[in-house]
């Protein structure tokens, strides 16, 4: 069973760069979609964009203009930056794999990680 | 965007009870539609995809129906352990978008 780990800084200053990586163990990131999703306290779910392991993204435009998703097949793992954060990025985030090569809706996810944008 | 209304945003049932979420989609997503359990502390749960299909390992009282814009999601014996915000979410066209979420309470 394929496992995602989320990790990275809980604390980012508004006006910095946001930073996390998303480690897959128990399979390969060959072959899938590999997304980023994020949920403010107490709120619903967004969806911020998705990589497949060709390397081809798309992101929310809504953070298009902030957001970059990258994928390290050899090492499988991806990772995501968003520029720029201000506190309505504070958020508990969450990566997840696809279906399958060609299905991008999330089916496994990682546990999630808190990020909260403060001075 | 597809904007995707759920309803009702909560509901308080008894236990063995049978309940019904309701999911409105902006335009038509030809059945690309899922539903996912989210536990408190814990990440979200695909339990049925393309509206009526059930993911291995979860209980057949969870189904779910729909087409066009307007979709279905029922608990036909209200468990326990079914205490949870349930989602839908389309996946017609990007980017993926969510519902507000039924918070399901006893």
């Known amino acids: 069973q394929v496992q995602l780990q989320e990790s990275g800084p809980g604390l980012v200053k508004p006006s910095e760069t946001l930073s996390l990586t998303c480690i897959i163990s128990g399979g390969s990131i060959s072959n899938n979609y590999w997304t980023w999703i994020r949920q403010p306290p107490g709120r619903g779910l967004e969806w911020i964009g998705h990589i497949h392991y060709s390397g081809s993204t798309k992101y929310n435009p809504s953070l298009k203009s902030r957001v970059t998703i990258s994928i390290h097949t050899s090492e499988n793992w991806f990772s995501l930056k968003l520029i720029s954060v201000t506190a309505a990025d504070t958020a508990l985030y969450y990566c997840a794999r696809g279906r399958d090569y060609t299905t991008d809706y999330p089916v496994d996810w990682g546990q999630g990680t808190l990020v909260t944008v403060s001075s | 965007d597809i904007q995707m209304t759920q309803s009702p945003s909560s509901l308080s049932a008894s236990l063995g009870d049978r309940l019904t979420i309701t999911c409105q989609a902006s335009?038509?997503?030809?059945?690309?539609l899922n539903w996912y359990q989210q536990k408190p502390g814990k990440a979200p749960k695909l339990l049925i995809y393309e509206t009526s299909k059930l993911e291995t390992g979860v209980p057949s009282r969870f189904s779910g129906g729909g087409s066009g814009t307007d979709y279905t999601f029922t608990i036909s014996s209200l468990q326990p352990e079914d205490i949870a915000t349930y989602y839908c979410q389309q996946y017609e066209d990007l980017p993926l978008t969510f519902g507000g979420g039924t918070k399901v309470e006893i």
């Open positions: 335009q038509a997503i030809n059945n690309f």
